[in-house]
């Protein structure tokens, strides 16, 4: 594919906004609209984990399988959402997440792995493992956004 | 993990809402949030990508790598959130995503595919390929907005 032709590519798809955004620090509002996102997306493949952990949804292996990896690759999308230049953005998240940011950053560390626990322990046969292990994902979800998230 | 643990854990984390809402089908305005959260995150991972391919960004091989892999997932999350349920909710979705399903799904699948080869492409070490690969996610990229996004 010729330079010219990709470019064209480009800006067929996304007009000039894109290439130009990707170059520049993204502005507070978007990375907390990113990072929320991720969020977001958490809720929408940990909660049928929950209820499949909490017996309320019958155990399908390959549908945990995939929220598990999923959910595994989105435990790493929010980090660096947590930028000093959001501090005063409309968010839920609190002023320790920077003023604490050792902790929290032990936390993200946590989940990354614990997700990554669940997601080797979904490939293998041991249900009561992986119920367990959607629970330990769950009680780092909890206790960061405990200390980190207002009510 | 005793039973008893887990469920104080969940409702520790979620209230009772999150293991309700995970057993009954996500309302149509939550399907939407959910959906448009994954665009907001494929703009936040390929926009870097585009920079590389255009030259305005250097090759980081690492970073193209992760960038690649987190849009390979992306690329599989928003499609269940084109349920028939949202077509009267506000969103820039065209009415032929359900009127003309079968040419969007061929869409999708053909995003599918060409970021899982831009994950391969991105563990190889030519960069010229890489490149040309997310020219090609973008070109499926522009082509579906162009079919099934009012501009």
Redesign the interface.
Known sequence: ?S?S???T??L???GAG??M???AQ?KPDVIV??R???M??Q??Y???L??V??G??PYNAAAVQRNA??LD??S??AWDGFDPSTRNEKSRALPAVYDNNAKFKEYTSRLENETSTLVTLSRGGDEAAV??QI??V??V??AC??DFRSK
């Open positions: 594919m330079k032709i990709l470019a590519g480009f067929f798809v996304f894109l290439s955004n990707a170059l993204a609209k990113q929320q996102a991720v977001t997306l809720g929408k940990f909660g049928p929950v209820a952990a909490q309320k949804a990896g999923f690759n989105l790493r999308m119920k367990a629970g330990a769950g009680k979800c909890g956004h405990d």
